[in-house]
């Protein structure tokens, strides 16, 4: 098991909450830059510590290089968020999150299209491979 699994599962219910809150207040059809800004308001005014973008190491067949990671939110260093205003979540947008999950090392993330009416009928968890067991 991956050893922050835990401690992201838990920690995904409290940020789903915080996005809920954040939906209820300003609904849907906003562009993603107004909810990634109001949804790290909401972690903030919840004392959970969170970053965007980060230099990441990157190795490749003994060549390692940094390179600026764009990923959304990362909370607590454990549980990374992929935010989406899009009429419906293509395969592609969760390849994007899973990817940056393996590079960060990050072992859940959530997927959450601020599009929807009801917004859980827009998120999606993902696992690392592996990270549960």
Request: net charge positive.
């Amino acid at each position: 098991m991956h050893p922050l699994y835990e401690q992201a599962n838990r920690l995904s219910r409290h940020v789903i909450g915080a996005a809920i809150e954040v939906h209820r207040l300003k609904g849907p059809g906003l562009i993603e830059s107004i909810y990634e800004k109001c949804l790290m308001r909401e972690l903030e005014l919840r004392q959970l510590r969170f970053l965007s973008q980060r230099l990441v190491k990157i190795e490749y067949k003994g060549v390692v290089f940094e390179e600026p990671l764009r990923f959304d939110v990362l909370v607590e260093g454990c549980l990374l968020l992929e935010l989406k205003s899009v009429q419906e979540i293509q395969p592609m947008h969760q390849a994007q999150l899973l990817s940056y999950m393996k590079l960060l090392d990050i072992p859940v993330g959530l997927l959450i299209n601020f599009h929807q009416i009801k917004l859980t009928d827009g998120i999606r968890r993902l696992i690392l491979p592996g990270a549960n067991q």
